[in-house]
């Protein structure tokens, strides 16, 4: 299993960006998979699942502005952020729920 996940950038408070995650090794249109990101003095916290039939659910923190998605012939998941806060700043990790395997990350930076 590979993650790459792509697409973060610095951004101003309120604005949108878009990550992705291409994935090789497994299917994503066959997998619970997960968004999570860190910070330097946070542990790893939750921010989406989108289960194989479509099915999403995230925490208060980013529901209603994030959406987790998927492009099954692209074998790639995405994460839109729009209204972003300085709080969502973070490298932001996919990987397949349960597993210990992830990426490299990509990093958000929300500032002004």
């Known amino acids: 299993e590979q993650f790459v996940e792509s697409g973060g950038d610095l951004v101003q408070p309120g604005g949108s960006l878009r990550l992705s995650c291409a994935v090789s090794?497994?299917?994503?249109?066959?997998?619970?998979m997960i968004w999570t990101r860190q910070t330097p003095t946070t542990e790893r916290e939750w921010v989406a699942t989108?289960?194989?039939?479509?099915?999403?659910i995230y925490p208060d923190s980013v529901r209603g502005r994030f959406t987790v998605s998927r492009d099954d012939a692209k074998n790639t998941v995405y994460l839109q952020m729009k209204d972003v806060k300085p709080e969502d700043t973070a490298v932001y990790f996919c990987?397949?729920?349960?597993?210990?395997?992830w990426g490299q990350g990509t990093q958000v930076t929300v500032s002004s």
């Open positions: 990987q397949k729920s349960g597993s210990t395997t």
């Open positions: 090794g497994l299917s994503v249109s066959d997998e619970i």
């Open positions: 989108l289960w194989p039939g479509g099915a999403t």
